[in-house]
């Protein structure tokens, strides 16, 4: 189900002025404080009126100008996360999660209590009152509730920013689970690269009030006008291969094997991979005699120097993209051009766990 976001709203002397239409799946509002995300979220919630604009999940329209239409929040059909689970205090986990399900039309019922209890993985907890209940916990709660409310459109709003590293990267998961195996879209707000490297399908990048950039998060996270040249990455798509006996796991890339601490994926699960620039070393040949296990094999598809000591450079690996963030002295002293075969260095020990996540894609896209 396509979401289409056209809106245009002044706000003092902030102006929104966004028109993007968004495929199936989870959907990214990303950038920094100020860029409009919050406001953009505001009018879809129903909790401002844009001066102009239509906002529709599919043929479900919230609002549109043209057609006089106008949605209350109460009629929406949106499931929100926020930051805080706020869940009823006096209530079991049980009773919030039926909560939701009041709100549901009967005929809109959707997922199931069972299902949504298997999906989320909180059996264990349906006696218990939040009270008993960790943040991660607490929050997939939060999330059954929303997708028992029969929603035709879930709001996700910076729903991790509150938790700490370990809850985190409990949570995610969770949300790529959503992401793979729930129809409903999902429009999630973040400020973290990171998260929009594991969940996105789409990324739309606020700046000022506009798009600066939409796309998939390859596309996006690797645009230094977006990120900034400091957190330019790439997103690699990937299939576990072995895990061995030492803690590594072998990963099939379009530009070569990986080799990362130990995924927790099984055998032959599709991945997403993402690899900061800055991490990335680059040899002319094929290098020997190193303790880095990661060498990727790819050809030069661009080299944009930056305002400072810094340069980008591109390389071309099958469909997609690998980013390199070096200086201009190395560039120039390794004779670098478009075109080239070139080697990426990069250690197992570079790439986080939280930067690897799960991820669903066509057989044409491998």
Same mark, same amino acid.
């Given at each position: ?224 006008? !977006?990120?900034? *040249?400091? $957190?330019?990455?790439?997103?690699? %798509?990937?299939?576990?291969? #072995?895990?061995? =006996?030492? @803690? /590594? ?64 450079? !591109?390389?071309? *690996?099958? $469909?997609?993209?690998?980013?390199? %963030?070096?200086?201009?002295? #190395?560039?120039? =002293?390794? @004779? /670098? ?30």
């Amino acid at each position: 189900m396509s979401l289409a976001l056209q809106v245009r709203h002044q706000l003092g002397a902030f102006a929104l002025d966004v028109d993007v239409t968004a495929p199936p799946g989870v959907t990214v509002l990303f950038g920094p404080s100020g860029s409009g995300k919050t406001t953009l979220v505001n009018a879809v919630a129903g909790l401002l009126r844009p001066d102009q604009g239509r906002i529709a999940a599919g043929d479900w329209v919230l609002f549109d100008t043209a057609a006089r239409r106008w949605l209350p929040p109460h009629k929406r059909r949106l499931g929100y996360i926020f930051q805080e689970a706020r869940l009823f205090p006096h209530m079991s986990v049980r009773q919030n999660l039926l909560y939701g399900r009041w709100f549901a039309p009967r005929a809109a019922r959707g997922e199931s209590l069972e299902r949504v209890v298997d999906l989320l993985g909180i059996g264990h907890l349906l006696t218990r009152r939040p009270g008993a209940l960790s943040g991660g916990e607490k929050q997939r709660v939060a999330i059954g509730r929303a997708l028992l409310a029969g929603p035709r459109l879930i709001l996700a709003d910076e729903p991790l920013a509150a938790l700490d590293e370990d809850r985190k990267a409990e949570i995610l998961p969770y949300f790529e689970r959503l992401r793979d195996e729930v129809s409903v879209p999902i429009l999630y707000v973040s400020h973290s690269s990171a998260e929009v490297a594991r969940l996105a399908t789409t990324v739309i990048a606020l700046r000022e009030g506009r798009v600066a950039a939409m796309g998939p998060p390859a596309q996006v996270l690797a645009d230094a006008s !977006v990120v900034g *040249v400091r $957190e330019l990455a790439s997103v690699l %798509r990937a299939r576990v291969d #072995a895990h061995h =006996a030492d @803690g /590594l796991s072998e990963l099939a890339t379009a530009a070569g094997v990986l080799h990362l601490p130990r995924v927790a994926e099984p055998v032959g699960a599709r991945i997403r991979v993402r690899i900061m620039g800055h991490e990335v070393i680059l040899s002319r040949e094929a290098p020997v005699g190193l303790s880095a296990l990661n060498i990727l094999r790819g050809t030069i598809a661009e080299i944009q120097p930056g305002k400072g000591p810094a340069a980008r450079v !591109v390389l071309a *690996v099958g $469909e997609e993209r690998l980013t390199a %963030r070096v200086t201009r002295r #190395a560039v120039q =002293a390794l @004779g /670098l051009e478009p075109g080239q075969t070139c080697h990426a260095i990069l250690k197992s020990v570079a790439v986080a766990p939280e930067d690897v996540g799960k991820g669903r894609w066509s057989e044409r896209a491998e």
